[in-house]
């Protein structure tokens, strides 16, 4: 593996931990302050800045079932695709969702440029 390629793909795993850790401070770390985070599928958005997605995640890290477990990761240079589940509790009927997701994470200079987030079912978000 290239050194590029285990960096882009360190960056990515350490960034995922820190969701499950529940640390808001070191997930956005990660962050390029221009990251654009786009979401494919029902109610698809695309979110601009590192403060804006920032704001949409910090309730997210209050809800103790939030965690994301990877299945499988693939790594092409600075990209990093990763197929996910999400767990979470729905913010709406309080009921606890599994959802799958493939997210495609660009990486350049040790910072997440770019995420593209494939969503097939509601977000609970």
Partial sequence: MSEE?????SVVLEHL??????????FTSFL???VVNEFVGPKGTTIQGKSMLKNLCQPLFADPKNTISIWRYVVDGNQVAVACVREGTDPKTGEVK??????????????IQKVTSYIFEERFF
């Fill in 17 to 26: 931990y820190c969701w499950n850790m529940k640390d808001l401070e070191g």
């Fill in 98 to 111: 599994l959802v799958d997701e493939a997210d495609v994470f660009e990486v350049s200079d040790g910072k």
């Fill in 32 to 34: 390029a302050d221009n």
């Fill in 5 to 9: 390629n285990r960096d882009a793909l």
